[in-house]
T-cell receptor, first 114, second 115 residues
Framework: QKEVEQNSGPLSVPEGAIASLNCTYSDRGSQSFFWYRQYSGKSPELIMSIYSNGDKEDGRFTAQLNKASQYVSLLIRDSQPSDSATYLCAVNHRRGSTLGRLYFGRGTQLTVWP | GAGVSQTPSNKVTEKGKYVELRCDPISGHTALYWYRQSLGQGPEFLIYFQGTGAADDSGLPNDRFFAVRPEGSVSTLKIQRTERGDSAVYLC?????????????FGPGTRLTVL
C-alpha cells in the first residue's frame, strides 16, 4: 500500500464549477497535510496546509481533513482555466527522525475548460 | 524575498560521469530537503538537513548519491557514476525548521538527463 494515494485523473471541470480533489494516506500517526499545485514543467507550489480535523479556507480553496478516515481533500470554488495543473497531496508522518520528510501522492491532473 | 534557487537548471551528462547539483535555500531557513521527481510521479524524498547535519538520509537510493551542507546554508547533491535511471528533476526545498508543521517551499529544480 502506498503512503499517499490520489486519483491521477484527469479531472475535467467547466469554468466556474467546483473541483474536488481527494487524497488518502496510510499512516494514522500523520500530523500535517499539504496541497501543492504544479504547472507543467514547473516545480510544486504550496497552496494549502492543514493540521486539524475540519475545514480550512483560503480564498477559493478549501482543504478538508478527516483523520479518522485518513482522508484529506481540496475544493476549488469558481474554477478558472488558470487552475489547470497537477495537484499534489503531501503528508508528514510522525516517525522520529523522519519528521521532516514529506510523502507525496502521484498527483491529480485538473483541467478547467472555458 | 528571494525563494529557493537551484543551479544548473538543466544538466546533460553521459553515463558514468559525476555531477553536482546546487541548492541555495530561502534566507533564514535552517532545514533543507532534496527530492527527485520522475515523469508522472510525485516528488520522492532523498535527504534532509537541519543545519549542517543530515537528519535523515534514508531516501538516498544507493551510495552513489551523497549530499553536503557544510556551512548550514547552500547544499550540494553529488551523484557519482551516473546511470540512465538517475534522469529526473531534482528538487530542493527549505523550511524555517524541520518538523511536522513546517511548510516546505520548493526551488525550480534541476533537470538531469543521463545519456
Amino acid at each position: 500500500q502506498k503512503e499517499v494515494e490520489q486519483n491521477s485523473g484527469p479531472l475535467s471541470v467547466p469554468e466556474g464549477a467546483i473541483a474536488s480533489l481527494n487524497c488518502t494516506y496510510s499512516d494514522r500517526g500523520s500530523q500535517s497535510f499539504f496541497w501543492y499545485r504544479q504547472y507543467s514543467g514547473k516545480s510544486p507550489e504550496l497552496i494549502m496546509s492543514i493540521y486539524s480535523n475540519g475545514d480550512k479556507e483560503d480564498g477559493r480553496f478549501t482543504a478538508q481533513l478527516n483523520k479518522a478516515s485518513q482522508y484529506v481533500s481540496l475544493l476549488i470554488r469558481d474554477s478558472q482555466p488558470s487552475d489547470s495543473a497537477t495537484y499534489l497531496c503531501a503528508v508528514n508522518h510522525r516517525r522520529g527522525s523522519t519528521l521532516g520528510r514529506l510523502y507525496f501522492g502521484r498527483g491529480t491532473q485538473l483541467t478547467v475548460w472555458p | 524575498g528571494a525563494g529557493v534557487s537551484q543551479t544548473p537548471s538543466n544538466k546533460v551528462t553521459e553515463k558514468g560521469k559525476y555531477v553536482e547539483l546546487r541548492c541555495d535555500p530561502i534566507s533564514g531557513h535552517t532545514a533543507l530537503y532534496w527530492y527527485r521527481q520522475s515523469l508522472g510521479q510525485g516528488p520522492e524524498f532523498l535527504i534532509y538537513f537541519q543545519g549542517t547535519g543530515a537528519a535523515d538520509d534514508s531516501g538516498l537510493p544507493n551510495d552513489r548519491f551523497f549530499a553536503v551542507r557544510p556551512e548550514g546554508s547552500v547544499s550540494t547533491l553529488k551523484i557519482q557514476r551516473t546511470e540512465r535511471g538517475d534522469s529526473a528533476v531534482y528538487l530542493c526545498a527549505s523550511s524555517t525548521l524541520a518538523g511536522a508543521f513546517n511548510e516546505q517551499f520548493f526551488g525550480p529544480g534541476t533537470r538531469l538527463t543521463v545519456l
